[in-house]
């Protein structure tokens, strides 16, 4: 994992906490209002009045968590699936330069990559 991605990840991670903590909190001292409300309590009160349900603070209290556990799962699934295509292409090349050779492979690259023009001059 590269140190930009593994940063990226822990900062949404870290973000998401705190989100959620902010919502408990909110729902725990002033209820539902949606003046001022943090980013996921205004979220329950939409689903909820979507589907025209009424929502307790009890219940929207109850449902933070399974928010958290909703975005956490898929904060995590689109990591792992920019991970798994990142070492894919990794193992494509390897495979290509013991079959071919370094030089043969990264010459290739940089002709694609100029053709296209993914490389910085």
């Known amino acids: 994992m590269d140190d930009s991605a593994e940063t990226a990840y822990y900062a949404v991670r ?25 980013v996921v309590v205004r979220l329950i009160a939409r689903i909820a009045a979507r589907f025209d349900v009424v929502v307790s ?3 929207a209290a109850q449902a933070v ?4 556990a ?4 898929a904060i995590n699934l689109l990591f792992v699936s920019s991970f798994q295509r990142t070492a894919l292409g990794h193992f494509v090349v ?14 290739a690259y940089e002709a694609i990559a100029a053709r296209d023009g993914y ?3």
């Not at 909703?70 to 799962?73: I, P």
């Not at 390897?94 to 010459?107: A, Q, T, W």
């Open 14 to 38: 870290i973000g998401l906490a705190k989100a959620l903590s902010e919502a408990a909190e909110h729902i725990a001292a002033r209820g539902l209002g949606e003046e001022g409300a943090p």
């Open 57 to 59: 603070e009890k219940v």
């Open 65 to 68: 968590p399974v928010v958290g």
């Open 70 to 73: 909703v975005s956490g799962a």
């Open 94 to 107: 390897r495979r290509l330069e013991r079959e071919y050779g370094p030089d043969v492979v990264r010459g």
């Open 119 to 121: 490389l910085r001059r």
